[in-house]
């Protein structure tokens, strides 16, 4: 069984950055693409990035292009969004995911449902 922690979320002005982190803890998790995906106030869960099992490929929603960054640590089982340039639009509680062993180091999920493992969020919150 996997158990994926978000951490890093808090309160930031518009403008600023924050890295949230998820790490996971009952196996490895160097074989498998994982994604964040976000739900603000009202408003269904949305994907907003992915990253392949090999680190090496990554896939980011329209709005978050050139703000937000995807990456991975294998060695300490921990995956990282880097926010910079956050906008009051961004506020949500973001949420960390896995997939099971993928079938390509290539390969990222944009869709909720390909993901096995989900932890239970971090609040971000971007005031204007």
């Known amino acids: 069984q996997v158990q994926l922690v978000e951490s890093g979320g808090g309160l930031v002005q518009a403008g600023g950055s924050l890295r949230l982190s998820c790490a996971a803890s009952?196996?490895?998790?160097?074989?498998?693409?994982m994604g964040w995906f976000r739900r603000a106030p009202g408003k269904e869960r949305e994907f907003v990035a992915a990253?392949?099992?090999?680190?090496?490929?990554?896939t980011y929603t329209e709005s978050v292009k050139g703000r937000f960054t995807l990456s991975r640590d294998h060695a300490k089982n921990t995956v990282y969004l880097q926010m910079n340039i956050l906008k009051p639009e961004d506020t949500a509680v973001y949420y960390c995911?896995?997939?099971?062993?993928?079938?390509?180091?290539?390969?990222?999920?944009?869709?909720?449902?390909?993901?096995?493992?989900w932890g239970l969020g971090t609040q971000v919150t971007v005031s204007s």
């Open positions: 995911a896995a997939k099971e062993v993928g079938t390509s180091s290539r390969i990222t999920y944009s869709n909720s449902w390909a993901y096995d493992y």
């Open positions: 009952g196996r490895s998790l160097s074989r498998c693409p």
């Open positions: 990253i392949s099992w090999s680190g090496d490929f990554t």
